[in-house]
Structure formats: structure tokens, C-alpha cells
């Protein structure tokens, strides 16, 4: 199968080196986006040098990770994005170029802040794409790895996972590891991790 497969996970949970360990099992590429600060923010400086080491991308993701970047200034999203910049390329000693909007939100305001500091991509959170992204900035995913919540309008993300990756040329799976952690996802994970691998990856050896 000719498909891009695409993960991406944000936050910087003490989880993605769980989760590092199961995409690294099934050949399986992701972008890790990780705030300076933030409550979520488990993962310790070491730990993501070691997410570097493995082979996965590290991505841009704001310095205090707000509520909402529409609400702030431009000076002040320009200043938490390009700080998180700084921080995370002398941590890991290459630039950086993929950034996430935290929570998915953002504006043309934000987007230019996103150009200015120098990053090529950015990713946000709404969901249903299976086609190559035709805008660098506002990259649309295919599935959240969340549990069926009518709530917020969340499907069951296996079963749109599977039913999704039927089509087109893209794949873009993201979430958070420590909701994987805190919803008991891991099984559910590992199964689809193992469908693309004997889709994608196992054929084009």
C-alpha cells in the first residue's frame, strides 16, 4: 500500500517513552510536540534527547502551552513559540521545524508568529483527513486516539481509524500518551500500530 502514515503526540508525557518503545516495534514515524512548561509536562530533558536518539522528530509546542493563542498578542505568541524553539534545538543540538497549535488553536496571527521564528509546519488538531496537506500551517490530521465521547463529539477512534485508512494517500494518527495511559488504550493502540505495519511497512520490504 503507496500510503504516508504520519503520528504525531503531544504534551511531553513521561508515557511517550511507552509509547516510543511500541512505534519503534512497528517501524512506526512520529513527531513528538513538547512544551517548556506545562502541567502535562512529565518528561525530563534526558528523556527527550532519548526520543531524539531513537529516531523520532521533536516539534515545537509553545513554552507555558495556553489555553488559547487567539487570546494573546502577537509579541506574546511570538515569544512562547520562539523560546520553545530555542530551548528544544540547544537541548537536542538541531533545529527544529514541525510545530503544534496547543489545542488546536490558533489564528493568522499565529501562523505568522509560527513563520517568523522559522518553523516549516504546523499541525493542528482537527481531524478526518486522508489526503496529502496542501497548507504547511494548518496540517489536518485523520484520527484522535481518544476514547468514543459523544460529549465532544468524539467517534470511536478505532473504528475510524480502520475505516479511514482505507482511503486516500495520507494517515495521520496523533493524541496524547498519557491519555493512552489514562483511558487503558495501550491494546487498542498496538493493534492498529501492527495493521499499518502489515499494511505499509512489512510490504515494501
Given at each position: 500500500?503507496?500510503?504516508?502514515?504520519?503520528t504525531s503526540w503531544d504534551d511531553g508525557s513521561f508515557y511517550d517513552l511507552r509509547l516510543s518503545d511500541l512505534l519503534?516495534?512497528?517501524?512506526?514515524?512520529?513527531?513528538?510536540?513538547?512544551?517548556?512548561?506545562?502541567?502535562?509536562?512529565?518528561?525530563?530533558?534526558?528523556?527527550?534527547?532519548?526520543?531524539?536518539?531513537?529516531?523520532?522528530?521533536?516539534?515545537g509546542h509553545t513554552v507555558t502551552h495556553p489555553i488559547d493563542m487567539k487570546t494573546l498578542t502577537y509579541d506574546q505568541?511570538?515569544?512562547?513559540?520562539?523560546?520553545?524553539?530555542?530551548?528544544?534545538?540547544?537541548?537536542?543540538?538541531?533545529q527544529i521545524k514541525s510545530f503544534a497549535y496547543p489545542r488546536g488553536r490558533y489564528d493568522e496571527t499565529t501562523i505568522?508568529?509560527?513563520?517568523?521564528?522559522?518553523?516549516?509546519?504546523?499541525?493542528?488538531?482537527?481531524?478526518?483527513?486522508?489526503?496529502?496537506?496542501?497548507?504547511?500551517?494548518?496540517?489536518?490530521?485523520?484520527?484522535?486516539?481518544?476514547?468514543?465521547?459523544?460529549?465532544?463529539?468524539?467517534?470511536?477512534?478505532?473504528?475510524?481509524?480502520?475505516?479511514?485508512?482505507?482511503?486516500?494517500?495520507?494517515?495521520?494518527?496523533?493524541?496524547?500518551?498519557?491519555?493512552?495511559?489514562?483511558?487503558?488504550?495501550?491494546?487498542?493502540?498496538?493493534?492498529?500500530?501492527?495493521?499499518?505495519?502489515?499494511?505499509?511497512?512489512?510490504?515494501?520490504?
Open positions: 500500500m503507496d500510503k504516508k502514515i504520519v519503534l516495534k512497528y517501524k512506526i514515524p512520529a513527531i513528538f510536540y513538547i512544551p517548556t512548561f506545562w502541567t502535562q509536562r512529565d518528561l525530563r530533558d534526558e528523556d527527550i534527547v532519548e526520543l531524539k536518539q531513537k529516531g523520532f522528530e521533536i516539534g505568541q511570538l515569544r512562547e513559540i520562539a523560546k520553545n524553539k530555542i530551548w528544544l534545538e540547544e537541548l537536542i543540538g538541531e505568522l508568529a509560527v513563520k517568523e521564528v522559522g518553523f516549516e509546519n504546523a499541525r493542528t488538531t482537527a481531524i478526518g483527513n486522508f489526503v496529502l496537506p496542501d497548507d504547511p500551517y494548518r496540517i489536518r490530521t485523520t484520527v484522535h486516539v481518544y476514547p468514543e465521547t459523544p460529549k465532544y463529539n468524539k467517534p470511536d477512534w478505532l473504528k475510524e481509524a480502520y475505516r479511514l485508512f482505507q482511503y486516500g494517500d495520507y494517515f495521520h494518527l496523533w493524541g496524547h500518551s498519557w491519555e493512552i495511559e489514562k483511558f487503558k488504550l495501550w491494546d487498542q493502540l498496538e493493534s492498529f500500530l501492527k495493521h499499518i505495519y502489515e499494511n505499509v511497512y512489512s510490504q515494501s520490504q
